[in-house]
């Protein structure tokens, strides 16, 4: 195990990584910003070191910064956390040629997993199903409607370096294609410095399901069960559940076993997420993998009982899994609600400023994952996640009964925060029939829920 | 530690940009003279006036002299606050509630170092200047977070000027140079050398003289350090 641990990175995810290491008695460094210098992370760290300004540029995303903090405070691995460089593989290299770890899939399984289209063509080979998409990436215009005519409108344009639903846009018609295919090259630019551009089919009424694998260095893995992602507003995920509504329990077994069996066989390390759509009548499709742990990770940990965290940290270490696909039990349903400074009522605007008074709910299967504090000061520079509720209960029916409880007893004062939007899906019938798509709270728009709660 | 947070001065700028450059040392030592008088008459006022308030900066300009008080929210470094500071208009971070004094003495930040000294002692904990209006420091602090190496020459009691070198640190190979942030003297020097320091670590104080030795110190010898 390590003796000392470098968590790179902020917000929550900085403080769930510290209460993980504590937990495996490794001591933890938390680098912080100039514009964290008060936050909750910081505070309760054992040791905490000021890696630059507020811009992330020069603080959270410098590997160099990062890298320099940790060999001073004599830190043997880093915790990259979820964005920033969780999933870099460069970074992964450089730590390691520094003679530390990094905390995720080496840096030579990193890149392998690096491009998406070149991923769901490995993945492909080893037994998932694909969605239709471009031949590699799109050369040009020509190229781009020629492959877009092939596969079939409505399509979806897709960065090759993105995440997070940053830069992409779907199309229904060649002439909508040509006229936003330069703004998403210089978006995709602009957003990941790479302007690659891949096209795949665009399913009108879609799940988002993710398949939950760990793999040790040895080749052992094992599926952690799936969740359910389909709320979405643009392409971000606002509320996350297990297990998904969508499918059988056969089903979902079938589609996370074939998931393990092929990252397992392509050669995958630590723990990992693979996205599928699921259409209507079921099919699923492989999307993308993501390499690091995940904002919605406590939804699994609800149903397993299983420390993500730890046990990332631990195969880092090159320790062995220590248990196999049936040990892992899953037990009842699990909803997180991500809590975010924005404004329903003001096209999801972001907010920053000091939170006057917060109260974290509690009571049965109530778990609350934040950095808040009564008079935090939550800094405009960063993502709008002050933190998320994850609620478990028996059966999907009393997870939501509890969840409706604990988001009312929520106190956020201070900030504008997007509680109402979950208070509205907790009264909506097609989420609580679950039959929640993707696109339906951008279909719909959240104006039409929240007004459709206020009348009940 | 007071209730009021302590004071942070600086002279932002006191110079006439619209003059020319090429001008003799008697010219340049005579404006020395005069800004150096003005802050004398000022600063004892203003840092009451800033003081009496709940405001947490205050500017006055006459002719080419700018002076900018502003007092740093508690437990900051003064001297980088301004980059994290938002445009957020009329708000008082003093006054806010997020005040950092509240957190008790086991919730501090602890600096960098392997000997796992706290970053706030390492400064001395009085790094800022006791408010002598006469008597005014700033304080040199680090680029980057990394190893730090001071120049040879830039020893106590040496004369800088404002972007002097006084020292680099070592970012993975990589020097990134450490400043003198205004005129002055070089004063006590807050880490070792080869010391492992975190971004904004407040590094070598900068003396600035009062007023009587600044003029007469304008006519002696040159900087000791190039340019």
């Given at each position: 195990m390590f003796r000392k641990i470098l968590i790179a990175n902020r917000g929550e995810i900085a403080l769930r990584i510290l209460r993980a290491c504590r937990v495996l008695g490794a001591e933890a460094v938390v680098a912080y910003s100039e514009a964290d210098r008060e936050s909750l992370a910081v505070q309760l760290a054992d040791e905490a070191i000021c890696i630059g300004p507020a811009d992330a540029k020069r603080s959270y995303l410098s590997a160099a910064a990062m890298i320099s903090a940790a060999l001073i405070t004599g830190c043997d691995a880093i915790h990259p956390g979820y964005g920033f460089l969780s999933e870099d593989e460069s970074f992964a290299e450089v730590v390691a040629a520094h003679g530390m770890t990094f905390i995720g899939p080496p840096g030579a399984v990193l890149e392998r997993f690096a491009s998406k289209s070149s991923t769901r063509q490995l993945l492909a080979a080893h037994g998932l199903p694909t969605i239709p998409g471009s031949d590699?990436?799109?050369?040009d215009e020509m190229h781009a409607l020629s492959e877009a005519e092939r596969i079939g409108y409505p399509v979806l344009i897709k960065p090759s370096a993105g995440g997070g639903g940053k830069g992409m846009r779907m199309v229904r018609t060649p002439r909508e294609l040509e006229s936003v295919l330069r703004v998403c090259r210089s978006e995709a630019k602009a957003a990941f410095g790479d302007d690659s551009l891949y096209l795949e089919k665009w399913l009108d009424e879609n799940r988002h399901v993710e398949i939950q694998v760990v793999v040790d260095r040895y080749g052992h893995g094992v599926h952690l069960g799936e969740r359910d992602c389909?709320?979405?507003r643009r392409h971000q995920k606002i509320i996350e559940e297990a297990?998904?509504?969508?499918?059988?329990e056969a089903a979902r077994t079938e589609l996370a076993e074939l998931a393990v069996a092929a990252v397992v066989a392509a050669g995958y390390e630590n723990v990992g997420t693979l996205e599928f759509l699921v259409d209507a009548e079921g099919r699923f499709y492989f999307i993308e993998i993501n390499c690091r742990i995940q904002v919605e990770h406590p939804v699994t940990e609800m149903l397993t009982g299983i420390d993500m965290v730890a046990t990332q940290i631990r195969i880092a270490a090159g320790e062995p899994l220590g248990f196999s696909q049936p040990d892992v039990t899953f037990s009842g349903h699990a909803i997180e609600f991500r809590i975010n400074a924005e404004d329903p009522a003001h096209d999801f605007r972001p907010g920053a400023g000091i939170v006057e008074r917060y109260h974290a709910p509690g009571g049965p299967g109530v778990r609350v994952d934040s950095h808040l504090y009564s008079g935090y000061d939550v800094p405009p520079y960063y993502d709008s996640l002050l933190g998320k509720v994850i609620v478990w209960g028996p059966d999907r029916a009393s997870a939501i009964a509890r969840s409706r409880v604990a988001l009312d007893e929520l106190v956020i004062d201070g900030l504008t925060t997007n509680v109402s939007i979950h208070q509205a899906m907790l009264l909506n019938e097609t989420f609580l029939e679950g039959r929640m798509t993707t696109n339906l709270l951008d279909r719909v728009g959240s104006a039409a829920f929240l007004a459709a709660a206020a009348r009940s | 530690m007071s209730d009021q947070p302590p004071l942070e001065t600086r002279v932002v700028e006191a110079a006439a940009a619209q003059e020319p450059i090429e001008r003799s040392a008697a010219a340049r030592s005579a404006d020395h003279a005069a800004i150096a008088g003005s802050i004398d008459e000022l600063l004892p006022a203003l840092i009451a006036k800033l003081g009496a308030t709940g405001l947490a900066e205050l500017e006055i300009r006459e002719d080419a002299l700018r002076v900018r008080l502003r007092r740093p929210p508690e437990g900051a470094v003064p001297h980088d606050r301004r980059a994290g500071d938002r445009a957020r208009g009329d708000r008082a971070r003093g006054a806010a509630p997020s005040g950092g004094g509240s957190h008790g003495p086991g919730l501090t930040p602890v600096g960098p170092g392997r000997d796992g000294r706290d970053g706030r002692e390492a400064r001395?904990?009085?790094?800022?200047?006791?408010?002598?209006?006469d008597q005014v420091r700033d304080v040199a602090t680090s680029p980057a977070v990394g190893i730090y190496h001071p120049r040879a020459e830039a020893h106590a009691g040496s004369r800088v000027r404002s972007g002097d070198r006084l020292g680099s640190v070592d970012v993975l190979g990589v020097p990134q140079e450490v400043v003198a942030p205004r005129d002055g003297l070089i004063g006590a020097s807050l880490v070792e050398p080869g010391d492992a320091v975190e971004y904004g670590q407040e590094l070598v104080v900068i003396e600035f003289a009062s007023a009587a030795t600044e003029g007469a110190a304008a006519a002696g010898p040159p900087p000791a350090a190039d340019h």
């Open positions: 590699g990436m799109l050369r389909s709320v979405q297990p998904t509504p969508a499918l059988s | 001395g904990g009085d790094g800022r200047d006791h408010a002598r209006p």
